[in-house]
Antibody, heavy 117, light 110 residues
Framework: EVQLVESGGGLVQPGGSLRLSCVASGFTFSSYGMNWVRQAPGKGLEWLSYISSSSGTKHYADPVKGRFTISRDNAKNSLYLQMNSLTDEDTALYYC??????????WGQGIMVTVSS | QSALTQPASVSGSPGQSITISCTGTSSDVGSYNLVSWYQQHPGEAPKFIIYEGTKRPSGVSNRFSGSKSGNTASLTISGLQAEDEADYYCCSYAGGGNCVFGGGTKLTVL
């Protein structure tokens, strides 16, 4: 079964950092680009970042550029998102999603990040 | 990059057809045949139902169809069923690795 499982979320103070992980199974992880997408409570979806299969290409949405870093470890079938300088506007459910022709064809269940003092 | 424009809500009765529009610009929807659509039921992760504007992945009902004209993409659901009640999001590639989502549309099946 193709599956993505996120972890690493939780409560963090404004200005703090958090590292999200996403473990893939059921497909050849190293063959696919991967993305992070988030959804603030009661709000819509927002694409955050993309990384190519070999990590040679990375893209970021403007709201997170310079604060978030996407990375992957193909040997561990894992995707990461390092989040720094967090603000309350970063409070959201964070999804990892597999890339297929700029479509997100497989999604994790999401992990909640709450930024609050 | 501004979000694509979708109606906040649409509704229809079982068996009817509805269409959800997704309006962008010549920099996103108008420039690429890379619009995708997602269905999200409450408390669940999104599920992709249309990719590359008009293509339907295996396992998705042929009641769902996508189209595009100029800067506007559309999702049509025919033969509306109760289980179609969900939020629907469009997303268009906008260059530079960016994919811009619409604000989402809540579909109510009356």
């Amino acid at each position: 079964e193709v599956q993505l499982v996120e972890s690493g979320g939780g409560l963090v103070q404004p200005g703090g950092s958090l590292r999200l992980s996403c473990v893939a199974s059921g497909f050849t992880f190293s063959s696919y680009g991967m993305n992070w997408v988030r959804q603030a409570p009661g709000k819509g979806l927002e694409w955050l970042s993309y990384i190519s299969s070999s990590s040679g290409t990375k893209h970021y949405a403007d709201p997170v550029k310079g604060r978030f870093t996407i990375s992957r470890d193909n040997a561990k079938n894992s995707l990461y998102l390092q989040m720094n300088s967090l603000t309350d506007e970063d409070t959201a459910l964070y999804y990892c999603a597999r890339d297929y022709s700029y479509t997100y064809d497989v999604w994790g269940q999401g992990i909640m990040v709450t930024v609050s003092s | 990059q501004s979000a694509l424009t979708q109606p906040a809500s649409v509704s229809g009765s079982p068996g009817q057809s509805i269409t959800i529009s997704c309006t962008g610009t010549s920099s996103d929807v108008g420039s690429y045949n890379l619009v995708s659509w997602y269905q999200q039921h409450p408390g669940e992760a999104p599920k992709f139902i249309i990719y590359e504007g008009t293509k339907r992945p295996s396992g998705v009902s042929n009641r769902f169809s996508g189209s595009k004209s100029g800067n506007t993409a559309s999702l049509t659901i025919s033969g509306l069923q109760a289980e179609d009640e969900a939020d629907y999001y469009c997303c268009s590639y906008a260059g530079g690795g960016n994919c811009v989502f619409g604000g989402g549309t809540k579909l109510t099946v009356l």
